[in-house]
């Protein structure tokens, strides 16, 4: 095992006093101390007294401090991915919070109340599908920014080198940093990973597809819009596709998807689509500032932009497209190229083959950006300058319909430049590769889709099979629906949950103030009205004027408060509670 390389297997004592994280192939020893919280590394001599517990785990996660004080959390199921350059890639399964308080006795029972939620916040976050991590590669990495390097780099500890906007567990290895702990911390990515072993023409190739989510504005569909004063937009991926030849040959081609960079927000109000409202208490020059802080940003880490828009050109997102294209045209930097292309009028009646005009439309800038390409014996090919920035009003569904064609399209020439494909042959005739080529960009859709919006993804039906299907439009449209359950419901408590996850969201009891009258009078009503509405509908053997009047009256009821109920929507949403719900 090298210097810095993360410890993979471990056990967990607990005693009244400490608790001792033995890694099983060194002779080294964290111990902590639960009343003081204080960490200590030791060699192992024994002095690991008889316990109350014993846990095996394969990965320390680090600690978080809620109201009882400070929880070890720590990974105790994987699942292995595969292997990029020869380093397994492994996916949590399950992970576990040990408490480093003997007991909740000095909690009130509000806040143990309290502390219990604010628990379910982070078990929630790592439920939500899925993180991925490595003991010895450094995932949160494209393969062109690990070339890019000095040797310096190597040096530093697998957290001192990763990409901070991609390790999602940065926060709770605060107490981990200490350059002697270095072994113990592992850092964990947000995202998706597949890794394929696969053959053509005889040919055998690995096949990945890694794509990484942002810590910076992280956070769920309507309460995360658009961009911060620092530049961050919400909902930033990078995905990669990555293929290795048998011979050692590495390929690799970056894009990356982001929210519109400008001040936006879309409030849930129980609409099925609130209105997109541009800040408009922010200054102009203010948006073009963090537009502006965004682009330079971008291309510091990835050259020449493609910035790819495919919202509406009419209505509520046709008002934030002409803002965002009057915006790039005014900065009007040498980086930026930006391709608008109307998705939903140009693909209108399930014409989805019309696509292939925006493939088209940016095939010359696919091709001068090129990829990267390193040889086996260490030589560098070529280098991938320049970008696609997809985003549509979610930068989910539409986005990456238009990313999987890109990829695609690399992918072809990769596997030609690397005498997979002869130069006749064409990808999408090799049947087998295909069906798995698309049904990957389909799991990976709703996977991307499900950790931002809380659903899986809209047309993976084209995604799966190249066309839209009735039975795709019935998926869709339950996703739809699920949607709006989640997005007006739930998403309050998701949006804490990570928040408070990455640090930043304070743990105060009580957690928010009851609610408005409005919140338990108006959905009673409805439903005492719904109910005998109900009653009145199919109890009587027969109907009088008497239940008539009763049909009406509850049906009035029921009317009357639904409209009162989506008058003051906003009141009955599920909003965050831990920090300014548009910060």
């Known amino acids: 095992m090298s210097t810095s390389e993360v410890y993979s297997d471990l056990t967990l004592y607990t005693t009244a006093e400490k608790l001792y994280l033995e890694p099983k192939t060194s002779d080294e020893l964290l111990i902590i101390d639960r009343a003081s919280e204080v960490i200590s590394l030791q060699r192992n001599a024994g002095q690991i007294p008889p316990s109350n517990t014993r846990i095996d785990f394969c990965g320390l996660l680090g600690s978080i401090e809620l109201l009882a004080g400070r929880y070890l959390v720590i990974i105790t199921q994987r699942d292995l991915v595969g292997y990029i350059a020869g380093h397994p890639v492994w996916k949590l399964v399950k992970a576990e919070l040990i408490p480093y308080s003997k007991s909740l006795l000095h909690l009130t029972n509000e806040k143990q109340a309290d502390n219990n939620v604010y628990l379910s916040m982070v078990e929630n976050v790592l439920a939500t599908p899925s993180f991925y991590f490595s003991y010895s590669y450094d995932i949160t990495h494209s393969i062109q920014r690990l070339h890019d390097i000095s040797p310096e780099f190597w040096q530093q500890s697998l957290l001192e080198r990763s990409d901070a906007r991609f390790v999602w567990n940065k926060h709770l290895l605060q107490q981990f940093r200490e350059p002697s702990l270095k072994r113990f911390a592992l850092p964990l990515m947000h995202g998706f990973a597949s890794i394929n072993q696969c053959v053509i023409n005889g040919h055998n190739f690995v096949w990945a597809l890694i794509s990484r989510r942002s810590v910076n504005r992280a956070g769920t569909r309507w309460f995360r819009r658009g961009i911060d004063k620092s530049g961050n937009v919400a909902n930033f991926v990078e995905t990669e596709q990555i293929v290795e030849s048998g011979e050692g040959d590495r390929a690799s081609f970056v894009q990356i998807r982001g929210s519109i960079p400008l001040f936006w927000f879309q409030k849930p109000d129980l609409r099925y689509k609130p209105s997109i409202d541009i800040d408009h208490s922010v200054d102009p020059q203010e948006h073009q500032n963090a537009c502006l802080r965004h682009i330079e940003s971008m291309a510091g880490v990835y050259g020449r932009q493609v910035m790819v828009d495919l919202v509406d050109q009419v209505g509520s997102e046709g008002r934030l ?55 086996k014996d260490g030589t560098l090919s070529s280098l991938q300058e320049g970008v696609f920035r997809t985003n549509c009003i979610d930068c989910l569904d539409r986005t990456n319909v238009v990313q999987s064609m890109l990829a695609h399209r690399n992918l072809e020439i990769v596997l030609r430049k690397f005498d997979i494909l002869s130069p006749d042959q064409k990808l999408e005739m090799q049947l087998s590769f295909e069906s798995l080529n698309k049904n990957v960009w389909a799991d990976h859709a709703d996977l991307i889709s499900t950790q931002y919006s809380g659903t899986g993804a809209l047309k993976t039906d084209f995604t799966r099979t190249g066309k839209r299907t009735k039975a795709g439009l019935i998926q869709d449209g339950i996703n739809s629906l699920m949607r709006y359950y989640k997005n007006n419901f739930n998403d309050g408590f998701r949006q804490d949950s990570i928040d408070l996850f990455l640090g930043n969201g304070k743990v105060v009891s009580p957690i928010a103030p009851p609610p408005g009258w409005r919140y338990i009078t108006f959905p009673s009503v409805l439903l005492i009205a719904t109910a005998m509405f109900v009653a009145s509908a199919i109890l009587p053997a027969e109907y009088s004027t008497e239940c008539l009047m009763y049909l009406m009256f509850w049906g009035g009821m029921m009317a009357a408060t639904a409209y009162y109920i989506f008058q003051y929507g906003p009141e009955f949403v599920d909003k965050p509670k831990l920090t300014n719900n548009n910060s």
């Open 321 to 375: 497209e002409k803002a965002f294209k009057d915006t790039i045209n005014y900065l009007a930097h040498p980086s930026v190229r930006y391709e608008p292309f109307d998705f939903h009028a140009e693909c209108r009646k399930m014409k989805w083959h019309r696509l292939s005009i925006l493939i088209d439309r940016v095939s010359l800038d696919q091709d001068e950006m090129g990829y990267f390409l390193i040889l």
